[in-house]
């Protein structure tokens, strides 16, 4: 479960924040431009979604079009003053309320398969067990019973028992044939993320590089290093591409 407390859309201008409290409003608009894109991007059933433009849309990519039950909940001020923003508010929350998720229950199939078979399983020792003491109970039914031989019920019972003993066992050793599987896609999936990590990082570094450069070659009035930094800037253009 998730709950994000998305903060205030206000302007910077009412609020008179400044210094730290500038740069944390800058950064709060930021991730709330981004989570818009995304919305924007589902409503209208984009190819491509941009979760990753920011860490609140990557926590809330699941919550958004996944497979989840996401409630959003509004906040708007009846003050003729703050008119602008609730009017922002309830347009962002009616983008967002056509969002359509199709949450589905992650449930094992061969673990309810074997929930399934020891119920089954549980219910015929049951059955047997009143067998035996409605036998038990009267001499004169365990006499017939012994002398006419039939026992057709109770070898049935035993060769379903043995024979959902046998397809549980089958069913376990499936089950930590997939488990085992599914730790490989595990460990296979937390090296693709460094992966990505180290690429990010390093994608980062040569933008950071590249407006350096930018800005190198706006200050500079030689035309030899002006031409050197635009050789540089392309270089790390194509490198970051």
């Not at 994000?4 to 009412?14: C, F, M, N, T, Y």
């Amino acid at each position: 479960m998730h709950l994000v407390d998305l903060a205030g859309s206000e302007r910077a201008k009412r609020t008179g924040a400044q210094g730290a409290r500038l740069k944390e409003a800058i950064n709060i608009n930021k991730g709330l431009l981004a989570l818009a894109k995304v919305i924007t991007a589902l409503v209208e059933n984009q190819s491509h979604v941009p979760y990753r433009d920011s860490k609140l849309t990557r926590l809330l990519q699941d919550s958004l079009g996944g497979n989840s039950r996401t409630v959003m909940i509004a906040c708007v001020s009846p003050a003729d003053i703050n008119r602008e923003e609730s009017l922002n508010t309830l347009r962002y929350a009616d983008r967002a309320r056509r969002i359509k998720n199709k949450p589905v229950v992650n449930r094992d199939p061969i673990a309810a398969q074997l929930s399934a078979l020891r119920q089954q399983i549980a219910n015929l020792r049951a059955e047997n067990s009143a067998l035996k003491n409605a036998l038990g109970g009267d001499a004169a039914a365990v006499a017939v019973f012994a002398t006419r031989g039939q026992t057709v019920a109770s070898e049935a019972l035993q060769e379903a028992y043995d024979d959902l003993a046998v397809r549980c066992n089958a069913l376990e050793v499936e089950n930590a044939r997939q488990n085992m599987e599914l730790d490989q896609a595990h460990n296979e999936l937390k090296l693709l993320r460094s992966g990505l990590l180290h690429a990010e990082t390093e994608r980062d570094q040569v933008m950071l590089r590249m407006e350096a450069l930018q800005q190198a070659l706006a200050a500079s009035s030689d035309e030899a290093v002006k031409a050197a930094l635009q050789q540089d800037a392309a270089a790390a253009s194509a490198a970051a591409a």
